[in-house]
């Protein structure tokens, strides 16, 4: 996607909408935040290929249904004075595309440029998360339902944006876990967003939409080994800075007896890892033909996201006094 002075507007436009939500103390506001950030998301997903289209046109039905769903439990909430909590909330959850509501966010990734990818799995969650601390409803059946459809659904994948969409499904469950402390979910969310750009930016740059792709490039040696620090990263090997998330929402299901869900995010983060390591696996272990010594040439973003993973863990031991 080229960054022209119109795809610069209506990015402005989508980051004003998510900022009218987090400031507004007016559901209505927030509603029209959202309509806001959606209408000038559509213009972003538009693209040379044709299946941008199909991509742009299932996102709009999916997030229109969802917004009316909201007003719907909106109206509920001033005027028959019913149960809306269900209501809304399920709204909430279609436009984060969480389990069971994930089908359509499948659908949607596969029409994306780098740029939209990347808005949809980090900008776009922010109001709805933000929405959901409002919601006083149990979400633990939600929660376990996401964790086990992230982790059981990614492993037959071999797509590397089914596999990444996976992956978010299933951070999402975790996130889900922590919403009720909002330092928490908001810092998960923040240091899972960049290792999730720093994701697609890397599958984009070496052109690798196919886990069998990973075995054929041979050039780009440098970008395989940042790929494979931000894949443990991301499942949480220590001493990579996605462990530090992981282990606060442990300490905080910890602190707040939520055993279930906590026996059941540890197991199934054992398969998500499978998935990430068999991704590393094939691009680095399985099959080169370069020489060893070939990966001291680091590029230079690969090394920056090389050093961000390993050297920003004592992140974690600064925050930890904050909650």
Do not use: D
């Not at 099959?287 to 060893?292: G, T, V």
């Not at 001291?296 to 006094?321: A, C, D, G, R, W």
Request: glycine share 4%; charged share 5%; hydrophobic share 60%.
């Amino acid at each position: 996607m080229k960054m022209n002075s119109s795809k610069m507007f209506f990015l402005g436009f989508m980051i004003t909408g998510v900022m009218l939500c987090l400031c507004s103390n007016n559901w209505l506001f927030i509603w029209c935040g959202l309509e806001l950030s959606l209408i000038s998301f559509l213009p972003l997903i538009h693209s040379t290929q044709i299946i941008s289209s199909e991509s742009s046109m299932k996102y709009f039905l999916v997030q229109s249904v969802s917004s009316g769903m909201l007003i719907l439990g909106l109206m509920m909430m001033l005027t028959l004075k019913l149960n809306y909590n269900l209501i809304i909330a399920s709204s909430i959850l279609i436009k984060m595309g969480v389990a069971p509501f994930h089908s359509w966010l499948l659908g949607v990734v596969e029409g994306l440029s780098m740029i939209p990818m990347m808005l949809m799995f980090t900008v776009s969650k922010i109001a709805p998360l933000m929405m959901l601390t409002f919601i006083t409803l149990s979400l633990a059946l939600i929660i376990c339902l996401t964790m086990v459809t992230g982790a059981m659904l990614g492993l037959n994948q071999s797509s590397t944006r089914k596999i990444i969409t996976y992956s978010s499904i299933f951070n999402m469950g975790l996130i889900l876990m922590s919403i009720k402390n909002n330092f928490i979910w908001f810092y998960y969310l923040v240091i899972y967003s960049i290792l999730v750009s720093m994701l697609v930016f890397l599958i984009f740059k070496m052109n690798m939409f196919y886990v069998n792709q990973m075995i054929t490039m041979e050039n780009l040696m440098s970008y395989k080994m940042g790929l494979w620090f931000i894949l443990l990263s991301m499942g949480g090997m220590p001493p990579f800075v996605g462990f530090s998330i992981k282990l606060i929402v442990i300490e905080f299901s910890v602190i707040h007896q939520m055993t279930i869900n906590l026996i059941i995010m540890i197991l199934f983060s054992l398969l998500v890892m499978f998935f990430y390591l068999r991704l590393s696996y094939l691009s680095i272990m399985f099959f080169s033909m370069s020489n060893k010594w070939m990966t001291l040439n680091l590029s230079k973003m690969p090394m920056m996201f090389m050093m961000f993973n390993t050297l920003t863990l004592p992140i974690y031991l600064t925050t930890k006094i904050f909650y």
